[in-house]
């Protein structure tokens, strides 16, 4: 059975669509400016016996590029287990890391398959904890799951009630979901260090207020005007941060991608994803092609997978990476299909990425990237 987009939520038409997955386990992404159809698509989906699990993202993605409403529909095949997870409000990383491992140990205890599952996490974007969570999570679960995931919600960072499944719409929470190991996404981002190294000097979940001793924002306002001969403002800065971003350097060399979204009235930087205390920092430069990384993504993604045209392409991709090359996202959408050999495309716009750049490697809590895995048609 294949995947449906809809983006048109007559109850009649859509009752002819679901019945025809009558008895079988829907992915559906919905794009923000359809929220609204959350309940009759539950209850169209309890009619038919589907078992759902469902997201809210700021825009979907299709061959075409992006897609401002609708609905994508992606059928899985078995075994593939889900639960969606509310989290209490401002829940420390611990309790999430349990609530989390508590739900997935349940679903492993069923789970048939001899290897492996990955387990992929929809998280709620205003979940300001979600990588000191991952690590907390590793710890209790460790290599018995492959790690990845997105975070969901409104594009304009306010909070929604931005997950669902057949009885429940919830914000604050995560989405639990084991797929078979062979199910595994891949990762990209491509953003170059193109500053010297800063120390963050006062950080706590995911804002910043002090930077090389020097409040957060007037630091990187400064660094923006040596770039761009622009004294930034507070309301500008999200347009600037897509192209010029923070970044977390690691011991294994790696950089984590921080962009920052919004300025408190002290000046400290609110980004999405967490920095921790006396992180080394440098500013980033995103990419310029949009070839060179989706062409790499989707050459290491078919090795690993074996694309063909039977396969759907699902991707991840990274809001603030779409508002840095705008129009210019189709075109490093088309070549991520083209190049990965598989037949169709179907997704939807991230706000935030969970996974690593090596399978095996710890997970980590990425912005700015592309997340992709194969699903056979």
Known sequence: MKQQYVDQFSPTALTALLASYQGTTLTLLLAE?????????????????????????????????????????????QPYHCALVPLAPRADAEQIAQGIAEAVEAMLATWSAATPPTLFLTFDCMIPNIASALAALYLRLANRVNYAGVNAGSGQFQSIPCLFDNHNQIAGGVTCALLPCDSFPFLEHGYQLSAQPMLATSSENNKVAF???????????????????????PEELYQFAVHMPLGLLRANDDVIVRIPVGVTQEGALLCTGEVPDHSILALLRAPESTSEHATALATRLARQQNLTPAHLLEVYYCAGRQLHFGEQSAAELAT??????????????????????RRGDYPQFHNGAILCNGVRL
Not at 337 to 357: D, Q, R
């Open 33 to 77: 400016q359809d929220w609204e159809q959350v309940p009759l698509l539950q209850a169209l989906c309890n009619r038919f016996s589907i078992t759902l699990d469902g997201a809210i993202f700021p825009q979907l993605l299709g061959r075409p590029g992006l897609l401002s409403r609708g609905a994508w529909l992606l059928p899985r095949p």
């Open 336 to 357: 991520l299909l083209s190049a990965s050999g598989a037949g169709e495309l179907a997704g939807a716009l991230s706000l935030g990425e969970i996974g690593n750049v």
């Open 211 to 233: 930077i090389d001793w020097q409040p957060a924002f007037g630091k990187y306002q400064s660094l923006i005007k040596q770039h761009f001969q622009h004294t930034l403002q």
